[in-house]
């Protein structure tokens, strides 16, 4: 069997994806040997056009989103344990107890935190935003006196990371998810109109809260991102063009302490998000549940696939 999870061409890494392999080969050891026959479709939003064909599928917490909205063919050849939320469940015209919560909820059982706080606040965007706006994050949080987290960090480094904070501030869902499953209180913002509310409406409803994201945008539109700016800036230092160069380092300076101050706000005047201890406890159960039935299926041959 093949775990299936989102893979950036380019060899980018990226959080809410690499959570499959960190997550699954601790709860599911020697599961997963790569044959392309049978395939599970764990953490991530991946329920759309572009799934593999296999002969046996197995679907554990994904969600339906991205792929231009067209949705896989479901036939007998699938196996669903539960989806991401009941958002998911009503695209896919599936039954609604399947609609659980996202399966990264997992980690939970696999991963004790370090209690002990180092920073207040830190923030942490989409992947694309990081690769775009890299590396004009780290700054804007410098800037706002708050911890930076790169979503292209390893795994561990992240977890630590999201443990350490008392509150995160995060565009990336599964920064959010992580953070309330380890019981750190996190608030949603959001930077750019790429970012898909359907699936974050899907999740949060499993949790019982709402998706109401703090919009960090920059103030004036003058300010051009900084994701534009440091390449022509690279340009001008190539050509030794000084004065364009000194002019639009500036504004993006200005740009930079405009986003850090609208951070800060946000910081200070939101109320964290965090779900019940018992509604988070009774979510964890019931993934553990559906997780022994796989393991059942597993033993009983279901997955198995005939050369």
Known sequence: MKLHYFRFANGVTNFGDDLNPWLWEKLLPDVFDGDERSIFVGIGTLLNKT???ANKTAV???GVGYGGGVLPTIDQSWKIYCVRGPLSAKKLGIAPELAVTDSALLI???YKPNLEKRTKFAYMPHIRLAMLGDPAWKDICEEAGMSYIDPRWQTETILSAICQTEVLLTEAMHGAIVADALRVPWVPVMTSTAILPFKWHDWC???GLKYEPHYLMPSNKLYP???KVEPFLRFCKKYTLQA???LLKSLFQQHCKKMAT???DIAKNSQPNLSSDVRIEQLT???EERLQQFKQDLEKGYFHTSD
């Open 244 to 246: 364009p160069r000194r």
């Open 108 to 110: 939970r059982r696999v």
């Open 262 to 264: 609208q951070l800060v």
């Open 225 to 227: 991102p900084a994701y």
């Open 60 to 62: 554990f917490g994904s």
């Open 285 to 287: 159960v019931q993934l």
């Open 205 to 207: 409803s499993t949790v």
């Open 51 to 53: 799934l593999p064909k």
